[in-house]
């Protein structure tokens, strides 16, 4: 199509016009749905074919005559861009201008004179491989088969090539790249990925549920491998997910006392907005290690604790599928000192039923 662009060395301000609508259509490239989307580059321009497609709730003043297309491409990490302005659908990047193996960030905006719509994408632009490969998600099981991460857990992922686990002789190692819902991004370091991350070099990637605990919902989450498929030469995969992580709830406090008998009672209680899959996991941790005491549907916990001669201190967290996160631990806490004939009546009190504690 017939178009202009300008490359910007400074890193790019995205959001360029005013009173851009960003949700009442689906702006989409290279005739696929989703967000993101691999690229192979053969020698030619990278064409975008950008659309528009009406949500049938939007109102038809706001689609009407729409056919100026506005893309503006910015590299993931030096932020320089390439902007492409009045463009119809046949608006491609100049294939001199464009890396392999490099991630971008595409901004596409239509406009009619009096409305702009906006969309967003982020594109890989590939070799295509020598050898059939891919990314498995291991864990958790709720992000198996789809593209998104909805629990605070660690994420397991595999490679595979040619059906099988990828050898350390063609693996060469894993990265991320986070895209935030306000346009900005962080690619992990090698430092950050060996602090938050295990085989970051290896056939399976570990990515800790610390960085997910870092991240805003509605992040998406780049996950690539490099291989080595030919001589002196690597490609790039990429798998991309959606975080939609539970939300966070702080609002715990514990009920025990400092000294608690044998048998009684610790309840923690947390004020959060609950939903029916939702679980919680009472435990504690003491000189023995941890020790699940309970499971509950209830956000509000009680349970007797096992005796310790030491400290312990109680915990609870929410367990996977939970749409509400919390793994909170409480002051320890110690069991009162009984002497040996103290124990031994409350033993009788129990076998006799006097003492219905165990009921």
Not at 147 to 167: K, M, T
Not at 227 to 254: G, M, Q
Request: charged share 20%; proline share 4%.
């Amino acid at each position: 199509g017939n178009f202009n662009f300008r490359t910007e060395s400074s890193p790019a301000n995205l959001v360029t016009f005013p009173n851009v609508i960003t949700n009442a259509v689906e702006l989409t490239i290279l005739g696929e749905l989703g967000s993101y989307h691999t690229i192979y580059l053969e020698n030619r321009d990278v064409c975008l074919s950008p659309d528009l497609i009406s949500k049938p709730e939007t109102p038809e003043v706001l689609t009407t005559n729409m056919s100026l297309f506005d893309v503006k491409v910015v590299t993931l990490g030096s932020g320089n861009a390439i902007v492409l302005q009045g463009g119809q659908k046949g608006i491609c990047i100049p294939q001199g201008l464009v890396a392999v193996n490099q991630l971008y960030d595409v901004v596409v905006y239509v406009s009619n004179g009096k409305y702009i719509h906006r969309g967003r994408h982020t594109i890989l632009i590939a070799n295509k491989s020598t050898i059939n490969t891919g990314i498995e998600v291991m864990r958790p099981l709720s992000s198996v088969g789809n593209a998104l991460i909805s629990s605070v857990e660690e994420v397991i992922l595999g490679s595979s090539c040619e059906g099988y686990i990828c050898s350390l002789r063609t693996m060469s190692q894993w990265g991320i790249t986070m895209v935030y819902p306000d346009f900005s991004n962080w690619i992990l370091s090698q430092a950050e990925m060996e602090n938050y991350t295990e085989g970051w070099n290896s056939s399976t990637l570990i990515i800790s549920s610390h960085l997910l605990l870092r991240i805003p919902r509605e992040t998406q989450l780049i996950v690539c491998m490099t291989i080595r498929d030919r001589p002196a030469s690597e490609s790039k995969l990429c798998k991309a997910f959606y975080v939609t992580k539970p939300r966070e709830c702080d609002s715990c406090f514990s009920e025990a006392p400092d000294l608690i008998d044998e048998f009684q009672n610790v309840c923690i209680v947390c004020n959060c907005f609950l939903k029916p899959d939702d679980s919680f996991e009472l435990y504690v941790k003491s000189q023995s290690g941890l020790q699940t005491v309970s499971v509950s549907k209830q956000s509000s916990v009680c349970s007797l604790i096992p005796y310790s001669d030491g400290f312990v201190t109680p915990c609870i967290k929410s367990l996977p599928g939970s749409d509400v996160y919390i793994d909170m631990c409480f002051r320890q806490i110690r069991f009162k000192s009984k002497s040996a004939f103290e124990i031994e009546r409350q033993f009788d009190d129990i076998l006799t039923g006097k003492n219905s504690i165990l009921d």
